[in-house]
Nanobody
Framework: QVQLVESGGGLVQAGGSLRLSCAAS????????MAWYRQAPGKQRELVAV???????NYADSVKGRFTISRDNAKKIVYLQMNSLKPEDTAVYYC??????????????WGQGTQVTVSS
């Protein structure tokens, strides 16, 4: 099994910053893509940013230039640095990782979610 533990959410004023972390543990051989998604009330979950094992990144247009995804492969952690936050960034943020496990399977796993609230 693989466990993901997220941290770093909270309440911040518009224009402020937050840093989310997601630590993976368990039956992991290697971690492939690591990503952050978010889901606002009444909306579908959407991809915010993704980073490959080699460090290539891709972002949703709505966060380009404001958010930065990074990872520490040795510690099995993915980060999301969020700057210049806007009220429309308010959502529950979920990390997602694609893992090659010790059972010789490739599976995707979700974190429990962390609330980010941006006040105007």
């Amino acid at each position: 099994q693989v466990q993901l533990v997220e941290s770093g959410g909270g309440l911040v004023q518009a224009g402020g910053s937050l840093r989310l972390s997601c630590a993976a543990s368990g039956s992991i051989v290697t971690i492939n893509d690591m990503a952050w998604y978010r889901q606002a009330p009444g909306k579908q979950r959407e991809l915010v940013a993704v980073i490959t094992r080699g460090g290539r990144t891709n972002y949703a247009d709505s966060v380009k230039g404001r958010f930065t995804i990074s990872r520490d492969n040795a510690k099995k952690i993915v980060y999301l640095q969020m700057n210049s936050l806007k009220p429309e960034d308010t959502a529950v943020y979920y990390c997602n990782v694609v893992v090659f496990t010790t059972a010789l399977r490739i599976d995707g796993y979700w974190g429990q979610g962390t609330q980010v609230t941006v006040s105007s």
